[in-house]
């Protein structure tokens, strides 16, 4: 089984809301991933969490923040988001923990629109 | 400055019309080069991995290789539901769990 699942699969919110996004994988995957994405472009990272420890791509603003309550679940909190912000939000898992060179397994995203 | 490039930007293709598509890359210390396909507003799914020059791997009429230089997905006669964007993404020595991604290959099939 090599299901990531992210809930919700969509998402509006206006510039002063805050929301959060879930993640969750339970193929016991060392290691989890938040990427964005927008229209014809290929997935961005924004920050890697693993053995308990979060890397952060350092041009996301801080808008948005992470949280890892455990080993299976991986949240994204949105707070005083900007329109430009509006793309696919995927999540990912792979078996070992970084540095890591097998294959990320993607979730199905959440579209987040921000007015 | 590592990159990925592919090539073509789309492709469109007859029902049954093979074809590959091309990922190449400049990276300093490959560890792994990736093949994801991807449907409009959906997530990548996992197609292949490939660690060495040399190494192929098939599925259903996908196959893909990799040499030194650049990474093959040929499209054996391909069906409609072949239609996707295909990404490849090059992991390195230095990329800490970092995928390099390729802009990826628009691919449309007509019946």
């Known amino acids: 089984d090599t299901e990531v699942t992210q809930t919700p699969k969509h998402l509006v919110m206006g510039m002063t809301n805050k929301k959060s996004l879930k993640c969750e994988q339970h193929m016991g995957h060392r290691a989890m991933y938040w990427y964005k994405q927008k229209a014809k472009k290929p997935p961005e990272l924004m920050f890697v969490y693993s053995y308990e420890k979060l890397s952060i791509n350092e041009s996301v603003p801080s808008r948005f923040s992470p949280e890892c309550p455990n080993s299976s679940l991986l949240n994204l909190h949105l707070h005083a988001l900007q329109p430009e912000d509006s793309a696919l939000y995927l999540c990912a898992s792979s078996h070992l923990g970084v540095p890591t060179y097998n294959e990320q397994f993607f979730g199905p995203g959440t579209r987040l629109t921000v007015l | 400055e590592d990159q990925v490039t592919q090539s073509p930007e789309a492709l469109r293709l007859q029902e049954g019309e093979s074809s590959s598509l091309n990922c190449s890359y400049t990276v300093s210390g490959l560890r792994g080069l990736f093949w994801y396909r991807q449907d409009p507003g959906k997530g990548p799914e996992f197609l292949f991995t490939?660690?060495?020059a040399g190494e192929e791997k098939e599925k259903e009429r996908l196959k893909a290789t990799l040499t030194k230089k650049e990474s093959f997905l040929h499209i054996t006669a391909p069906k409609p539901e072949d239609s996707a964007t295909y990404l490849c993404a090059a992991a390195t020595t230095d990329s800490w769990g970092k995928l390099q991604f390729g802009a990826g290959t628009q691919v449309v099939v007509t019946p």
């Open positions: 490939l660690y060495s």
